[in-house]
């Protein structure tokens, strides 16, 4: 039997595709890329935002075309959109044989059964202790993988579903989130990039105190290990421990990925987060004094409810301020069941739409120039892959760039170059989002 996987959303959304992959693979199944030769076709969804609900939906509607085909084909949809409207779902789209929630990706192999057999049916279970020991089938590059160390979340910002979907925070197991991390080195992969709702709290549920530096630690000492990345870092629990080690570890990229929302204090209270803008810029601080080459990127909200021209100047002369290298903005997102979806003061979708040009035109210029900043300097580079129309141009990635979410290097006269290779290049012209670099002959 042939089974194909299409998986939306997030790196962690990617994680439980892999896990479901792996056990598809137990069971001497194949798995395949072309839906028109798949029995069954699996949709994991994203339900965080409405434009990641609407991609959910066409793309369940989509794969649902391929049964016209064949009447045999089935249609399994899992994941955040599932979890969240599995009711809705299952009576709206009568095309789709089973709806998973986001706590039972173990029993993927169960339902195919099932949806064989000619059942129709919906499976949802209550949070779980969080534990993953299925062999994972990578997506990612051969040297790239992500490490799943929480799953759900307890930070219960007002914008957000994703307590309701994902449930409390839970950690995995520390010994089974490093033998996985051998594992995926034993297998070739360089470069771990760990992820959860909120990687800093880490081991607080599980040991009742913040463990993601003892973790870190010991990654750091990992033989052919290259890289360690840490994603989604909430900057109330950002310890002076946390900075230290992240300095120490020569293995730890200086690159901290930090979503912010807002700058203005009032409407950090009113989303709920745990911070205020002077502890923030006091971290930044610390970061940037401990680790002068750190990497900041973050993510910001624009218009949410309330927000006036006030403050959401601050918010921009908070960013000009701090100089980030990379940011993210994003039109508030009206969500069902939210606190802030039911608040008074909705901004209007223009209004939204003017803030999140300006803020994206300001970052652009702040980018740009940090970008500059780096011609002449030598960074190390993992390779990626080749230009599509020049086998002389490589494209890579150094410490300061995550996949997918930052720009590229480009890598000048590289022919011989593969992906995966490591290899010192001078920056000699900086972009906006990219730079073009030579390679450094040792």
Same mark, same amino acid.
């Given at each position: !039997? ?12 990617? +994680?439980?595709? $892999? =896990?479901?992959?792996?056990?598809? /693979? ?16 699996? +949709? ?18 989509? !794969?649902? *075309? ?26 709206? &789209? ?8 986001? *706590? ?9 059964? @099932? =949806? ?62 490093? %033998? ?12 771990? #990039? &760990? ?29 052919? &290990?290259?890289? #360690? ?16 080690? !992240?300095?120490?570890?020569?293995? +730890? ?20 987060? /745990?911070?205020?803008?002077?502890? =923030? ?8 004094? @401990? ?19 006030? %403050? ?16 993210? =903005? ?16 909705? #901004? ?6 003017? /803030?999140?040009?300006?803020? !994206? ?13 780096? $011609? ?32 590229? #290097?480009?890598? $000048? ?9 490591? +290899? ?19």
């Amino acid at each position: !039997m042939e089974i194909g996987v299409v998986s939306l959303g997030c790196p962690k959304n990617l +994680v439980d595709s $892999e =896990v479901m992959m792996g056990l598809i /693979r137990e069971r001497q199944w194949t798995i395949t890329n072309d839906p028109t030769h798949a029995d069954v076709i699996i +949709v994991n969804t994203c339900g965080f935002i409405e434009s990641a609900k609407t991609e959910s939906i066409n793309t369940i509607l989509q !794969m649902a *075309e391929y049964k016209k085909d064949d009447p045999h084909r089935k249609l399994i949809v899992t994941g955040c959109l599932g979890q969240r409207y599995a009711d809705e779902l299952f009576a709206d &789209l009568p095309e789709v044989d089973a709806i998973i929630g986001t *706590e039972c990706y173990d029993q993927i192999g169960t339902v195919i059964d @099932r =949806v064989e057999k000619g059942e129709r049916f919906t499976l949802l279970k209550p949070p779980q202790k969080y534990t993953q020991k299925a062999r994972r089938v990578l997506t990612t590059p051969q040297y790239t993988a992500y490490l799943k160390i929480a799953e759900g979340c307890n930070n219960r910002c007002s914008y957000c579903a994703i307590p309701k979907i994902r449930g409390p925070y839970r950690s995995r197991p520390y010994e089974e989130v490093l %033998q996985e991390a051998r594992d995926l080195v034993s297998q070739g992969v360089r470069e771990l #990039i &760990l992820v959860a709702q909120d990687t800093t709290q880490y081991g607080i549920d599980l040991y009742h105190k913040l463990r993601l530096a003892d973790l870190l630690r010991d990654l750091n000492t990992i033989p052919d &290990l290259k890289w #360690i990345r840490i994603l989604y870092c909430y900057p109330d629990s950002f310890t002076d421990e946390l900075i230290e080690t !992240m300095a120490q570890c020569d293995k +730890v990229c200086h690159y901290v990925d930090l979503p912010l929302q807002h700058a203005s204090n009032s409407l950090l209270h009113t989303m709920h987060r /745990r911070d205020t803008r002077e502890q =923030v810029e006091e971290l930044l601080a610390k970061l940037r004094k @401990r680790m002068p080459d750190i990497c900041l990127r973050t993510t910001f909200i624009v218009g949410f409810p309330g927000e006036t021209d006030g %403050q959401f100047q601050e918010l921009l002369d908070f960013v000009r301020k701090e100089r980030f290298q990379c940011a993210g =903005v994003f039109p508030y997102s009206q969500e069902d069941g939210t606190e802030a979806g039911a608040m008074p003061n909705q #901004i209007p979708d223009e209004v939204k739409q003017d /803030r999140y040009h300006a803020l !994206m035109s300001l970052q652009a210029e702040i980018s740009e120039e940090i970008q500059q900043e780096r $011609e002449g300097k030598v960074l190390e580079v993992l390779i990626e892959g080749k230009d599509e129309e020049d086998p002389n141009l490589a494209l890579g990635r150094s410490y300061a760039e995550a996949p997918d979410i930052d720009g590229k #290097i480009y890598v $000048e006269e590289a022919a011989d170059l593969k992906a995966g290779d490591f +290899v010192k290049v001078r920056i000699s012209q900086g972009f906006t989002y990219e730079a073009v670099g030579q390679i450094v002959k040792e």
